[in-house]
């Protein structure tokens, strides 16, 4: 299976503010990865796919860019409702793997 | 407006069963790729079961491979998730997810469904 590392696993940050979320995979996955964004009892949302399409509905303050085996997620702006959890998942070859994720918190 | 419900989550003893249902709304079901993905309490995503499109069969995660069946009713636009043999470490909130143009890209959730698997 391929592996998906994130980093970092938490990260705080203020309003207003631009952040970077990185994803590692263990092999090439050419541009096979997506972006979520869950928040505290609600499921998961799609935000990015191919790595760097931003979803129907997303704000464009989110982009994303990568491919090979190196990803980021990139928040410009920050705003309160982007105060959640973020996963990348490989798409390339089943089974579909995620990274840990990584928890955006409020300075 | 897609809509999935998932239902049929519950308290059940180790090495008992379960069947989740899904009942999905707002698009042509048959045309679409679904999978389940769980989330441990306080855990990160593990997708464990999905079919891929056009009618493909289906996928596990070995970590249910043998004890999950995953099953769809194109008629009544359900998915459904067998699950035997349940051990403590599938206790999970359960969602299914619709996949988008690739089968592995998740672009709608269910609210999802607590299992929970003690004695």
């Known amino acids: 299976d391929i592996q998906m590392t994130q980093s970092p696993s938490s990260l705080s940050a203020s309003v207003g503010d631009g952040v970077t979320i990185t994803c590692r995979a263990s092999?090439?996955?050419?541009?096979?990865l997506v972006w979520y964004q869950q928040k505290p009892g609600e499921a998961p949302n799609l935000l990015i796919y191919?790595?760097?399409s931003l979803q129907s509905g997303a704000p464009s303050r989110f982009s994303g860019s990568g491919s090979g085996t190196d990803f980021t997620l990139t928040i410009s702006r920050l705003q309160p409702e982007d105060f959640a959890t973020y996963y990348c998942?490989?798409?390339?070859?089943?089974?579909?793997?995620f990274g840990q994720g990584t928890k955006l918190e409020i300075k | 407006e897609v809509q999935l419900l998932e239902s049929g989550g519950g308290l059940v003893q180790p090495g008992g069963s379960l069947r989740l249902s899904c009942a999905a709304s707002?698009?042509?079901?048959?045309?679409?790729?679904m999978s389940w993905v769980r989330q441990a309490p306080g855990k990160g995503l593990e997708w464990i079961s999905g079919?891929?499109?056009?009618?493909?069969?289906?996928f596990y995660a070995d970590s249910v491979k043998g004890r999950f069946t995953i099953s769809r009713d194109n008629s009544n636009n359900t998915l459904y998730l067998q699950m035997n043999s349940l051990r403590a470490e599938d206790t999970a909130v359960y969602y299914c997810?619709?996949?988008?143009?690739?089968?592995?890209?998740?672009?709608?959730w269910g609210h999802g469904t607590l299992v929970t698997v003690s004695s």
């Open positions: 707002g698009f042509t079901f048959s045309h679409y790729a």
């Open positions: 997810a619709k996949g988008a143009g690739h089968w592995l890209v998740f672009d709608s």
């Open positions: 998942q490989q798409t390339y070859s089943p089974p579909p793997t």
């Open positions: 092999q090439s996955i050419s541009k096979s």
């Open positions: 079919f891929s499109a056009g009618g493909g069969g289906a």
């Open positions: 191919a790595a760097s």
